[in-house]
């Protein structure tokens, strides 16, 4: 990531930008807030992208909605974060730069390194313009339908997801993201689009972006049904723990081998018994299991039998990767279940 300071421009004239998304991100002298004034100038509203370098669609869906010359209601703040990690070759390939820290891990003090410095002008740049709400676009690296992550379950928050998902997760985990830092300042959710590199993901930032910008007025309850699924546990690799994705059983370069089309079960109710992947070693247990209280639980969720790893209780993964690298820098999913009551 660039140590350089958040830059701050005004929108340029739609025939003046890049022809295409890649040369619009090249443009860019660092990480960027770019302002479109809405009609409406006292007030604005904040849609974030590229907290991590691999996830696309909300760079591609800001860059055809900047060239279409939008007028928004409020002013828009643009934010684009992970500058340089999303133009190290090949492109929209590194999470974040090798020996940086994960961008979207990192706001809350104490506000280290270049990367904590970042988010805390971010969170300043917020602040200072008085946003009203915030949505931050992300991908996942497996399948996924879109989504909405929220810290609060309230009626602004819902209404915000009902704009662009049909299901909502409230996440207490502590990982120090941008929604968890401005929880109390306004109404902010994360909305994952899908994969990274589906042209409909992409779309589905774009729209995003159209329905986010062009309502004089958010909506103060839903407008549809939603899915709402809390108390997530996030599952990740022990420290050291080699993982491989393939079929079959376990490869002997792996600790772990889990199968190839995992991410199947994205968003399904999934039973004890279900396989997971395969154990090199049955005897070395490779998962950590961590929900709001931090205690781990892999072995209330996961069980060994004859070398393979199952899950032991009902479950609904979310963000099931089928990615070696983000296995290793992030986690392997989330695992949620159902609210009984809605709010």
């Given at each position: ?37 809405g009609r409406d100038r006292s007030r604005a509203r904040a849609f974030t992208t590229l907290l991590h370098g691999n996830e696309p669609s909300g760079l591609r869906g800001l860059h055809g909605w900047l060239r279409d ?6 002013d828009a703040l643009c934010l684009v974060g992970s500058v340089a990690a999303a133009r190290a070759g090949p492109g929209f390939a590194h999470r974040m730069l090798p020996g940086e820290r994960d961008l979207n891990r ?234 009984d009551v809605e709010p």
């Open positions: 990531m660039s140590r350089a300071p958040l830059h701050r421009i005004e929108a340029p004239p739609p025939d003046s930008l890049p022809a295409t998304p890649e040369a619009f991100l090249a443009s860019l002298h660092g990480p960027t807030l770019l302002r479109v004034p010359g939008p007028e928004p209601a409020v990192c706001f809350h003090p104490p506000f280290l390194e270049a990367e904590g410095a970042l988010a805390e002008a971010m969170l300043a740049a917020l602040r200072d313009a008085g946003c009203e709400a915030l949505v931050d676009v992300h991908n996942n690296t497996g399948h996924n339908p879109p989504y909405a992550v929220a810290t609060r379950i309230d009626p602004e928050r819902l209404a915000l997801a009902a704009l662009f998902a049909e299901r909502f997760i409230h996440c207490d985990l502590h990982l120090g993201t941008l929604i968890e830092a401005t929880e109390g300042d306004f109404p902010g959710l994360t909305l994952e689009c899908g994969r990274a590199g589906d042209p409909a993901a992409d779309a589905t930032a774009r729209a995003v972006l159209d329905a986010f910008f062009a309502t004089p007025e958010l909506p103060t309850k839903p407008g549809r049904h939603l899915v709402i699924l809390h108390e997530p546990v996030r599952v990740c690799l022990r420290d050291g723990v080699r993982v491989a994705f393939g079929e079959g059983g376990p490869r002997p370069d792996a600790d772990l081998t889990v199968a190839g089309d995992i991410d199947r079960h994205n968003f399904q109710a999934v039973a004890p018994g279900t396989p997971v992947g395969w154990l090199r070693d049955p005897a070395s247990w490779p998962l950590e299991a961590h929900g709001a209280n931090g205690s781990d639980v892999s072995r209330e969720f996961f069980r060994e039998r004859e070398g393979r790893l199952e899950i032991a209780r009902d479950l609904v993964p979310i963000m099931m990767t089928t990615d070696s690298d983000v296995a290793s820098a992030d986690c392997l999913f989330y695992a949620v279940r159902p609210r």
